[in-house]
């Protein structure tokens, strides 16, 4: 299965777990495939600075 993770749902997994967190993990371990458009990279990449 193939996702595209909100920037919402990223900062919520990182920093507070619950589903959101589910959700990453799952793509940690490849049981579904996160996909993104680069200017989505780009916007996980400022949020992050």
């Known amino acids: ?3 595209v993770i909100d920037t919402n749902v ?3 997994g990182i ?4 589903f959101p ?11 579904v495939e996160a996909c993104a458009s680069v200017e989505m990279i780009a ?3 400022e949020i992050v600075k």
Do not use: N, Q
Request: proline share 0%; hydrophobic share 45%.
């Open 1 to 3: 299965m193939k996702i």
């Open 10 to 12: 990223l900062i919520s």
């Open 15 to 18: 920093f507070f777990g619950g």
């Open 21 to 31: 967190r589910a959700v990453i993990e799952s793509v940690v371990e490849k049981t």
């Open 43 to 45: 916007e996980y990449e």
